[in-house]
């Protein structure tokens, strides 16, 4: 079936280090893939999306390529701040308009020290 | 900005109880979904509601789960007879399918505790 699946945590790391967050995919059809993100008491939020291969999604300094051939879609930032402290979630859809469900990974707490 | 709101925060219940965790979704959306996340493991998809009917559910949403849109405002998710196993973060989203950026705006979630 359609699923995620993403690096265990917890993640620590000391400020400016550089972040990966691996997540691979398996999907029927050609899905589109998420990063969302929890930060403390809130909500999940969208970070970054990428809707078809080789897409490239970025925000706030993090980015994540949509890799066909190897089914992946990681997660990277060049040098971490404190403020980035979270937890951060892979997710694929199958409907383009977004409409649909989602399918995410366990998420994975990435704490950053000063 | 508008967000997508949750009460309670944290809701203790017995086994065998009924509990509603309500949701207010942001106001010009048409699409309403709950989905869940037990400890330690996914974020799973339980329904996703449109046009005051649903629209999509997983193998989870069984009889003893129902979800309602009794006003324009809010959204609900009524679990019948909870079991140990329904314990888990529930989280409540909206989506605006007309919109490009195909992104469901989440609430912080509620934590559902059966003892």
């Known amino acids: 079936g359609d699923s995620v699946t993403q690096m265990e945590g917890p993640v620590t790391l000391s400020e400016e280090a550089f972040l990966t967050i691996n997540c691979t995919y398996t999907a029927t059809g050609y899905p589109s893939l998420f990063w969302y993100v929890q930060y403390p008491g809130e909500g999940l939020q969208l970070l970054l999306k990428a809707t078809k291969a080789d897409d490239k999604g970025s925000n706030k300094g993090f980015e994540a390529t949509y890799r066909k051939e190897t089914t992946s879609f990681h997660l990277e930032k060049g040098s971490v701040q404190v403020s980035d402290s979270a937890v951060y979630f892979c997710?694929?859809?199958?409907?383009?308009?977004?409409?649909?469900?989602?399918?995410f990974g366990t998420g994975t707490r990435l704490t950053v020290i000063p | 900005e508008p967000e997508v709101t949750q009460t309670p925060s944290h809701q203790v219940t017995q086994m065998g109880q009924e509990v509603i965790l309500r949701c207010v979704p942001i106001?010009?959306?048409?699409?309403f979904y709950w989905y869940r996340q037990i400890l330690g493991q996914k974020v799973e998809f339980l329904v996703s509601?449109?046009?005051?009917?649903?629209?999509?559910k997983s193998e989870i949403f069984d009889d003893q789960f129902s979800v309602e849109r009794p006003d324009g405002s809010n959204f609900t998710l009524k679990i019948r007879s909870t079991k140990l196993e329904d314990s888990a973060m529930y989280f409540c989203a909206s989506s605006d399918p007309g919109a490009s950026s195909y992104e469901q705006y989440f609430g912080p979630g509620t934590r559902l505790t059966v003892t």
């Open positions: 106001s010009n959306h048409l699409y």
């Open positions: 509601f449109y046009n005051n009917e649903i629209s999509e």
């Open positions: 997710a694929l859809s199958l409907d383009q308009t977004g409409a649909n469900n989602l399918f």
